[in-house]
């Protein structure tokens, strides 16, 4: 590590997310990991309204929220809003690797959220969320 505490516990609470969906995915490669959870996480900033996407990044872990506000413009993402653009998101930041299923990555993402938000940040991204998108959180 870098030898700077914080710096040092924002790498670790990033590996921790990215570990984390590294396991539900049944992946090795963490690299990957971290491409499809910044595009799924992208993808649902961009289809949240401007409030409550800045609310589900406060609940970030430091990097990882510097991660997720890189090259956002707030302001209407129509397209963004739709489940067909999530997925696209996802497989076009793999190269659309045809061993990638963005679905399941999707799913993923959204369980990550589900069991690492705190709970009333929870309830407010999954009613924010566009209907298109409800039925990537888990049940």
Do not use: C
Request: aromatic share 6%; net charge negative.
């Amino acid at each position: 590590m870098t030898g700077i505490a914080e710096l040092d516990g924002a790498i670790r609470a990033t590996e921790y997310w990215v570990d984390d969906l590294r396991q539900r995915l049944g992946w090795h490669d963490r690299s990957r990991s971290l491409t499809v959870l910044l595009a799924a996480l992208h993808g649902v900033r961009d289809s949240l309204p401007r409030n409550e996407a800045i609310f589900l990044g406060a609940q970030l872990p430091p990097l990882l929220r510097g991660l997720y506000y890189e090259g956002w413009h707030p302001g209407p993402h129509a397209a963004g809003k739709s489940r067909a653009a999530l997925l696209d998101r996802i497989h076009d930041s793999v190269h659309r690797d045809p061993g990638v299923d963005a679905e399941q990555v999707a799913h993923a993402v959204f369980a990550l959220l589900a069991a690492r938000l705190p709970p009333a940040e929870l309830e407010d991204a999954k009613a924010a969320t566009p209907a298109t998108l409800h039925g990537l959180w888990p049940s």
